[in-house]
C-alpha cells in the first residue's frame, strides 16, 4: 500500500529543540512513528550528519540516511519540523525549519530536488517558519507527494 510521503502527522509546529542532535532524532523519530522507517533509520541519519552538515543555507537543514540506510526505510517519507527560535547546526548556521527525508529506492533524489525547488524561494521558506497549520506547510509543499 503506497503511503503519501507527506502528511499532516509529519509535521511539528512551534518546535523547541536544545540542539542539532534532539532536532535530527525528533526528524527521524516523527518517521519511525508515522511507519515511514526502521528505529535504526535514525543512527543511519546520525551517521550521515557526521560525513558532512546536512545545513543547506537559508535556515535549513534537511537530514537524511547514508547510503546503506536504505534498507530501513519501508516507505518513503519526510517529517516536517518548524523551530521558530533557530536551533545550532554548528559554525553559527541556525535551522528553523527541518526537514527529515527517507527515501525508497532512489526516491530520495526526486524528493530533495522538490524540496530543493520549493525552498529556493525565500518567501515559501518565510511562510514555513511562520506557519500556525500543518495546512500551510502542506499546501506549500504539496507538489512532493
Same mark, same amino acid.
Not at 499532516?8 to 509535521?11: D, F, L, Q, S
Given at each position: 500500500m503506497s503511503m503519501p510521503i507527506l502528511k499532516?502527522?509529519?509535521?511539528v509546529l512551534h518546535a523547541r529543540v536544545e540542539n542539532k542532535t534532539e532536532a535530527i532524532r525528533l526528524a527521524g523519530q516523527i518517521l519511525v512513528n508515522n511507519g515511514y522507517v526502521e528505529d535504526s533509520y535514525i543512527d543511519k541519519m546520525f551517521e550521515r550528519e557526521a560525513l558532512t552538515s546536512t545545513?543547506? @543555507?537559508n535556515f535549513i *537543514?534537511?537530514?537524511h @540516511?547514508?547510503?546503506d540506510a536504505k534498507q530501513f526505510v519501508k516507505h518513503s517519507g519526510i517529517s516536517i519540523i518548524q523551530i521558530p527560535d533557530g536551533v545550532d547546526f554548528g559554525d553559527g548556521n541556525i535551522v528553523k525549519l527541518l526537514i527529515g527525508i527517507a527515501g525508497k529506492n532512489n526516491e530520495h533524489l526526486e524528493i530533495?530536488?522538490?524540496i *530543493?525547488?520549493?525552498c529556493s524561494e525565500v518567501e515559501n521558506v518565510e511562510t514555513m517558519i511562520k506557519a500556525a497549520t500543518e495546512e500551510e506547510i502542506l499546501s506549500i509543499l504539496n507538489e512532493v507527494n
Open positions: 499532516k502527522e509529519n509535521i545545513y543547506m @543555507g *537543514a534537511i537530514p @540516511g547514508t547510503e530533495l530536488s522538490k *530543493a525547488i520549493v
